[in-house]
């Protein structure tokens, strides 16, 4: 009976969805920090009702790779552009495979500066603790939420990139609390009831099962997973925080046998369940 509601619901946003779409700017590929230039999917030129779309940023000062003056974030193979696009890709697969929304095989580049956020019901943005984006851009993307849109923040660890976080999203939002989304809010129900929420690490970080084990904020900085969100007046998550969990490497990597099946399992549960309630409520 669920999916059946969700069908009923997704009918009426997709053809919304549709209309937008002549107005959408084109798929564009970027160099990534991991992948340079991955192959295209065979059908990356298909249309579809949803696409992954990631949200691109400048560097900020917590840049622990030194992106932040190796060129124009704008280009790729900047910090936003971690884990893609077979993260992204992996993660269209996922939609497109368990639930009714037609998913686009190729992921969206999303830049706050050229007003195109609007067509894309949802952003997902990466290593967000090390984020540089600026007050003209908090400015538009906290009215793309209030007008309906979901923003995933994913990847960062520690009580610094906790800081360099909220120290930006309180741009966005000054007066709206972050809080623990409860067990029983909806999101955690559109699809799959994910009531066993665990930490989630990177590849590089499994033997740990955190980020930090040795960072000087202390032996346990970056241990144990918040899922945490940022709500409307109307109760609707507008904002989901994966802290401490690297849903994106789960996604990445779901297909190497070295990756844990029980991580990608929750993260892709995770993601479902977040855009079809993006594209839901």
Known sequence: MRLLRIASSLAGAFVVFAALCSAQLPFR?????????????????RP??????????PQGPNDGYGFRDSG????GNSEWTQDGPPADRSMAAAVRRLTR???RSAEQAINLDEGDVYNWPWLYAVQVGQWGITKEQCAVLRDYLLRGGFFMADDFHGAYEWKMFQQRI????????IVEIPDDDPIFHTVFDVNDRFQVPGAEHLSAGYKYPDYPQGPDDGKGAHWQGIYDDKGRVMIAISYNSDLGDAWEW???SRYPVKFSDLAFRVGVNYVVYA???
């Open 29 to 45: 590929p970027w160099p990534g920090i991991e992948h340079q230039n991955p192959p295209l999917p065979p059908d990356w030129q």
């Open 48 to 57: 579809g009702e949803w696409a992954f779309a990631r949200l691109m940023y």
């Open 72 to 75: 124009d974030w704008r280009l």
């Open 101 to 103: 929304i037609d998913a």
């Open 170 to 177: 309180r741009w966005v939002f000054p007066d709206r609390p």
């Open 254 to 256: 779901s297909n190497d």
């Open 279 to 281: 594209m839901t409520h």
